[in-house]
């Protein structure tokens, strides 16, 4: 068990990991992950978190400086990465290093070997728990990372022997006895979620405990903001009391959004279902997991994981009908693929959730039969729109277009960046925001028109382009499978919009003819100066678009329209 919430009664002051231990202990028998045969319940994981968390301080890691010492980008507890697929592993990681007070971090398992290098000697890593099939990418940098110390191989079925001076995970978690008499987790300890990279280098966010749980895991409702609980017994109480629905998360928990809705739902006391089939996204895997388990929520990323879905579901004829919710972020889920699932499947709600690394959930929209949603969403009690040049915060109904903004239970900072902090989380008259750079428009009626990232945006002949609605309109064509645009150089223009489509299925679209159906829905010039056909889009292991991909593809293509 780790820990109790701390603070005044008024105001207490929460850990995830002892909201997950109070979870735990008033439901240890209800199943807490499912994946393919594999079921381990509540009590389980507690019990193997808390050994995890004896190991990890036994190896002298641990919280070394309070944060009252610390700058908001600094850190003063030992980091370690986990560098492993879904599964219970990766829960147990997350919370047992919580509950030794050591800062786990997220490691993209896709990532070659300057990117791996990088990460881990930007997040100063001192310790990595990895599947043995990463092994091979550990020691071939391991020699240019002397901070880390600790290595525990997680074993798989891929026949990598231990590293020298690893550990086996099993082994390490079976030795090791929980310790009643540690030091309780603090609410300022970190969990720290490292961006993914798709527009610039990955960036460490420091978040505290007590503001992710309230800004994303299910501490607060986004919406009205009313904080759901008030001490640790409450969540126990909350647990016990919620039936055991069963939510999929498909995301790796490599991505932000993974991990918070795995805590949310902990917190919760519901049950999580991973796809048995964790090395690649497979479909038929997925709706057939969610025709057995009888899945209530799925939670996903925009059309790349949704279109692929709907397809198996009707190819194999897998019975869906269990689905309440379907929940989607980090990319565009088109008005058109959210009507195809509520046709699918009658009575489904589709939710939209708008947050960010360094935000948790902002905004959200729920679409129903009838009524689907096509870039409006509906704001937080603390989301706001900025002003472009950060002077003031704009009222509802103003025409000018701002910087999406939260505030409150916000991260620190970003690890070893104070000039990105100080930029990315302004003091606004007294009030401190989180901007993590899209563009967006406060309506009269109080909802937010979101425009898209700033990254992306494009500048053509001085007028500004949000590339998601340009992609909105090209993929609401049925020969478009998906679509991504983005701006490349251009001498007249300084730059020009350029369209990376894949076509659907076996049809053969025209560009000139996609160019035309865009100009029905945006004016003339957003639409894209050339379309370039390709089998896929890159994407990264949690659907979101590769930038960087895309702008060198469209930098070397001759006009292909």
């Known amino acids: 068990m780790f820990g109790t919430a701390t603070g005044s009664s ?91 007070r050591v800062a786990p971090f997220n490691v993209n398992y896709r990532y070659v070997r300057d990117e791996l290098r990088y990460l881990l000697t930007d997040a100063g890593a001192n310790a990595l728990i990895y599947h043995a099939t990463f092994a091979p990418a550990v020691a071939e940098i391991l020699p240019e990372l002397p901070g880390v110390r600790v290595l525990l191989q997680i074993a798989d079925d891929s026949g990598n022997a231990l590293l020298d001076g690893a550990v086996d995970y099993e082994t390490a978690v079976a030795g090791s006895a929980p310790d009643p008499a540690a030091p309780e987790p603090s609410p300022d300890d970190l969990l720290v979620v490292y961006t993914g990279g798709t527009t610039g280098m990955p960036k460490g966010v420091l978040w505290r405990q007590h503001d992710l749980f309230l800004a994303a895991c299910g501490g607060r409702d986004v919406i009205s903001g009313e904080i759901l609980v008030n001490s640790i ?31 949310t739902a902990i917190t919760l006391g519901q049950t999580i279902v991973y796809s048995p089939v964790v090395e690649h996204f497979d479909a038929e895997a997925i709706v057939r997991t969610i025709e057995r388990e009888r899945v209530a929520v799925l939670t ?40 195809r699932w509520i046709a699918a499947r009658p009575g489904l709600l589709v939710l939209d959730a708008v947050g960010s690394s360094e935000t948790g959930v902002v905004l959200n929209h729920m679409s129903t039969e009838g009524a689907v949603s096509t870039g409006r969403f509906s704001a937080g009690a603390t989301t706001r729109v900025v002003a472009e040049d950060f002077s003031a915060v704009l009222d509802p109904g103003a025409e000018d277009i701002g910087w999406l903004a939260q505030q409150r239970h916000t991260p620190l900072g970003y690890l070893g960046d104070a000039a990105k902090t100080a930029r990315t989380f302004p003091v606004i008259d007294g009030v401190r925001y989180a901007l993590p750079g899209d563009r967006a428009r406060h309506l009269a009626d109080g909802t937010v028109e979101l425009l898209g990232r ?108």
């Open 454 to 561: 700033d990254a992306v945006t494009i500048n053509s002949g001085g007028e500004k382009v949000f590339a998601e609605e340009v992609e909105l309109a090209l993929c609401s064509h049925p020969a478009v499978e998906d679509v991504l645009v983005v701006g490349r150089t251009s001498e007249r223009w300084g730059q020009e919009v350029v369209a990376i489509v894949v076509p659907a299925g076996d049809a053969e679209p025209d560009a000139a003819a996609l160019i035309e159906h865009a100009g029905r829905s945006i004016a003339r010039y957003k639409l894209p100066k050339l379309v370039l056909f390709r089998a896929e889009i890159r994407r990264s292991a949690v659907g979101k678009a590769d930038y960087r991909w895309a702008r060198a593809e469209a930098e070397a293509a001759s006009a292909e329209s």
């Open 233 to 263: 017994d409450e969540i126990g109480a909350r647990a016990a009391a919620n039936p055991a629905m069963k939510i999929m998360v498909l995301p790796p928990l490599i991505h932000g959004a993974a991990q918070w809705a795995t805590l």
């Open 300 to 339: 996903l990323v925009g059309d790349a994981m949704a279109r692929p879905l709907l397809a198996a579901a009707e190819s194999t004829g897998a019975d869906i009908s269990s689905l309440v919710v379907l929940s989607s972020g980090g990319a565009i889920l088109s008005p058109q693929v959210k009507e």
């Open 10 to 100: 008024s105001a207490p002051q929460f850990t995830i990991a002892a909201a997950a231990s109070a979870a735990a202990a008033a439901v240890p028998d209800r199943e807490l992950i499912i994946q393919g045969e594999r079921r381990t319940t509540y009590g389980e994981i507690a019990d193997r978190s808390a050994r995890l968390a004896a190991y990890l301080r036994s190896r002298g890691l641990g919280c070394h400086t309070e944060r009252s010492e610390l700058a908001g980008h600094e850190v003063g507890q030992d980091m370690i990465g986990v560098y492993a697929y879904n599964g219970p592993e990766y829960v147990e990681a997350i919370l047992g290093a919580l509950g030794a």
